[in-house]
């Protein structure tokens, strides 16, 4: 969590990004699964971050665009943290330990950490043969509770895509499709590769129609349900990104059983992708045709304590091509 990071993409200079300017970005927090990219580096991804800050003050200090945001990732105003790393160095007060408080304590974002919650949710790009290079945490690919980051098959001259999901219960499935197409002499490029296609494209969220088709919706204030979302008004596409979650729920994209490990068939492009449980889905979510089970006790009759044993989809792109904005799905296995 000590590690200097850097944050790129196009939220990398958005002030919701700004902390302490004393400190350099540093860190990366309760790593997950894991991705790979066509130029050879390594993806970690950061999963179940929301729990690790203190956050104690009064809900009217902050603006009602923050309270909906710290709503929708799960950080109350009365929580020390999991493990209580910001009173750590209450004595010497240095900012090892007080990043880890998010409470509003200044004048500025400059003097304290009142953002620091959203420097974590990214996907991390980490070159595992340059041990000298910089983590890179790719804002192009969202804020959410990422579980894992899975590259399509590579295809000269065509955009690269990355599935990635956000593992808690009622979120969404996601994919980005790069803005360059794919050289295969970057193939060795390390991070300058991942500059290359990781910082530029379009974040799209999926929509699972009852009939068996489905939808990619883009995550972009072009989209008319986001520019005119009336529970939150994005300031600009950075804000779209690090606020993921609020915008996929403004697209109007499918509660999901907890996406866990995504896996491609390369050799027909079939995507697989695993939902572990969903303890909530009779209470808070009600069943659509890919997510259609409740929990059943011994007697058969039906609980509000939703899917406990999950089940794998499946899904086709339009054509074959992974950058379709349609696919074709089915549930593989429960």
């Known amino acids: 969590v000590n590690t200097p990071v850097e944050f790129s993409g196009p939220a990398a200079k958005s002030m919701l990004l700004m902390n302490n300017a004393g400190t350099p970005p540093l860190g990366t927090l309760n790593n997950c699964a894991n991705g790979y990219t066509p ?129 808690a219960r009622n979120e969404y499935v996601y994919k980005f499709v790069s803005a360059a197409n794919w050289d295969p002499k970057d193939a060795n490029g390390g991070m300058a590769a991942g500059n290359k296609y990781l910082d530029a494209g379009t974040l799209y969220v999926a929509k699972f129609n009852d009939d068996g088709t489905g939808e990619w919706l883009p995550l972009t204030l072009a989209n008319p349900r986001i520019a005119s979302y009336a529970d939150y008004k994005f300031a600009d596409q950075a804000d779209v990104l690090i606020n993921a979650r609020i915008d996929a729920d403004a697209a109007g994209a499918t509660k999901m059983d907890r996406q866990e490990w995504g896996a491609l068939n390369p050799l027909n492009g079939e995507v697989y992708l695993t939902l ?24 058969g009759s039906k609980s509000n304590q939703g899917n406990v044993n999950g089940h794998i989809m499946r899904w086709r792109e339009a054509g074959g091509n992974p950058t379709a904005t349609t696919f074709s799905w089915d549930i593989y296995l429960f």
């Not at 909906?68 to 240095?94: E, I, L, V």
Request: charged fraction near 25%.
């Open 39 to 167: 130029w050879g580096t390594y993806l970690t991804c950061e999963e179940n971050w929301a729990g690790y800050f203190n956050r104690r003050e009064e809900d009217s200090v902050r603006s009602a665009k923050e309270l909906a945001a710290f709503k929708r990732y799960g950080m109350g105003n009365a929580t020390s943290g999991r493990y209580n790393w910001s009173r750590a160095g209450a004595a010497d007060a240095t900012d090892v330990y007080r990043r880890w408080d998010a409470t509003k304590t200044g004048a500025s974002p400059s003097q304290e950490f009142r953002n620091v919650a959203n420097t974590f949710g990214w996907v991390v790009e980490v070159d595992p043969f340059n041990p000298g290079s910089t983590p890179q945490k790719r804002t192009a690919i969202g804020r959410m509770a990422h579980e894992g980051c899975w590259p399509a098959k590579a295809t000269a001259g065509q955009p690269l895509v990355f599935y990635t999901g956000d593992d």
């Open 276 to 299: 572990t449980n969903n303890s909530r889905r009779g209470d808070s979510a009600g069943l659509n045709a890919a997510n259609p089970r409740f929990y059943a006790d011994e007697k």
